[in-house]
């Protein structure tokens, strides 16, 4: 059965306290990774897709890794606009869909 | 471009009471899909569908109905609302389901009493 499970499932630092997230899988066949962050009260808003091990993505403050078995999310000196929930989800190589991690809460306080 | 539209944003339903969320989206994507979103349970498969007229069930269909006559619109039918159904429901769609990410709408938020 494929799973994606993240760590941890909140984490709280100060502004500018870099670190990481984690989602590791077990899958039988990986198609992509994607990273979500969702807001309170919204649906999720897409980050990255990362699709081999290796792959690295950034956008501002924030870097997509990818292995064998789990992704990084690396948050660099945070703000607290960055305080969200970031989910984790794979896509296999057969036609089940999309299998979602229960996400880790991130606070950035200021 | 208004993405994914999911109507209504609130409902507060008796136990036995049927309804249809409804969920359009105007990006002509071929893939829609349904979950609910829990405390402590994470994002959960309802229903999808690969095009029109296609539909599937995910990890948790028992007490929702689904159709897809066109390629815009995926209504969610909860046939006789129970407190279990007590939820948020996002719907999301992609150009295929397959390596495109899914885009979201900001959610139903559904209270059976």
């Known amino acids: 059965e494929d799973q994606v499970t993240q760590s941890p499932e909140a984490l709280r630092l100060q502004e500018g306290e870099s670190s990481s997230l984690n989602c590791s899988y077990t899958v039988s066949g990986l198609r992509g990774l994607f990273w979500y962050r969702q807001d309170p009260g919204k649906g999720p808003e897409f980050l990255f897709t990362l699709y081999s091990a290796g792959e690295e993505k950034e956008k501002e403050r924030l870097k997509a890794t990818l292995t064998k078995k789990e992704s990084f999310l690396h948050i660099t000196a945070p703000k607290p606009e960055d305080s969200a929930t970031y989910l984790c989800?794979?896509?296999?190589?057969?036609?089940?869909?999309?299998?979602f991690g229960k996400g880790t809460r991130l606070s950035v306080i200021a | 471009n208004a993405g994914v539209t999911q109507t209504p944003k609130f409902q507060v339903l008796k136990t036995g009471q049927s309804m249809t969320l409804q969920c359009a989206q105007d990006m002509n994507h071929e893939y829609m899909s349904w979950y609910r979103q829990d405390p402590g349970m994470g994002l959960r498969l309802i229903h999808y569908?690969?095009?029109?007229?296609?539909?599937d069930q995910g990890e948790v269909p028992n007490g929702y109905n689904v159709s897809r006559s066109t390629t815009e619109d995926f209504p969610l039918r909860l046939l006789s609302a129970a407190p279990s159904q007590t939820s948020v429901y996002f719907c999301a769609s992609s150009p295929d389901g397959r390596s495109s990410p899914l885009h979201f709408g900001n959610g139903t938020r559904l209270t059976v009493t």
């Open positions: 989800a794979v896509q296999t190589s057969g036609n089940t869909p999309l299998v």
């Open positions: 569908s690969v095009g029109a007229g296609i539909t």
